[in-house]
């Protein structure tokens, strides 16, 4: 088996190790990671023709390491286009991405948008997460108990033109997850999401990177620094098996989705009362 490799928050992400160790056994693998954090980009492409730095980076033992100064989405597209042309991978996998993309946050995340991509192709695709923002997060979670999901999932594929699906781990250890469970995508949206930047890295004990201390001197003076850091509030009406409320209980949750958006519904309840 031939997989394709990438995450989105960057080739030196830890949880992009923790993949690629998870999905050694199962083939030949592909990394075409971002050569920077690309988190929030959805589906998102680099494009305006601007100029695109990529690099190979090393190869050997069933593994080719690449960057690629883009989008999650743009890494598998150069993977496909690039590298792999005229053939395809098996499998596009993206991840470990840090934090949760159950709910709607699956909506804007990069790691989802990247397997979105792979099925936009016609590839089976994985995106894989774990509900730690901690820059040290423990993903030996993942580590435990990805490979037996693998085993499961991959056989049985729905082999659909779309389909993607998106795997959320607690952040516990594996002997105490509850198990593995199907889900529905929750619902929710954030609020508050725009706050101080000092007041944020303060209430965090956390102090500027080298990255933000760089985007701190080129700043207007008279620029008011914020960050994004909102507060989920999940919507009323959340069936009881939601991907996010299964995700807070200990549960490891598999929720398939696909990349065609029509509502079907809404098509019936228009030919039935407009048209």
Not at 238 to 244: G, I, L, R, T
Request: net charge negative; proline share 6%; with cysteine.
């Amino acid at each position: 088996m031939r997989i394709l490799i990438t995450n989105d928050d960057g080739i030196n992400a830890g949880g992009l190790r923790s993949l690629v160790k998870c999905l050694r056994p199962f083939g030949e693998l592909l990394i075409v990671a971002p050569k920077t954090p690309q988190s929030g980009m959805s589906m998102a492409v680099t494009m305006g023709y601007r100029p695109i730095a990529v690099k190979h980076l090393r190869s050997g033992q069933g593994e080719d390491w690449w960057y690629l100064d883009g989008t999650p989405a743009s890494c598998v597209k150069y993977g496909l286009d690039n590298i792999l042309w005229p053939e395809k991978p098996d499998l596009v996998v993206a991840g470990v991405n840090y934090g949760s993309n159950a709910a709607t946050a699956s909506i804007y995340s990069g790691t989802v948008g990247a397997a979105m991509e792979g099925a936009v192709n016609g590839v089976p695709s994985i995106a894989v997460s774990l509900d730690d923002f901690s820059p040290d997060a423990d993903f030996s979670i993942v580590e435990e108990m990805l490979p037996s999901i693998l085993e499961r999932l991959i056989p049985n594929l729905s082999g659909r033109y779309g389909e993607f699906y998106n795997i959320n781990f607690p952040a516990v250890p594996a002997a105490e997850a509850k198990g593995v469970r199907v889900t529905c995508m929750g619902k929710g949206h954030w609020e508050k999401e725009y706050r101080d930047f000092g007041e944020f890295l303060a209430e965090r004990g956390r102090k500027p990177t080298a990255e933000d201390e760089r985007y701190l001197a080129a700043a207007d003076p008279d620029e008011k620094i914020v960050v994004m850091a909102g507060d989920f509030v999940s919507r009323e009406g959340n069936p009881e098996d939601a991907d996010h409320l299964l995700l807070q209980q200990g549960w490891v949750t598999v929720t398939p989705g696909n990349i065609d958006n029509t509502d079907y519904a809404e098509i019936n309840r228009l030919c039935d009362t407009i048209l």
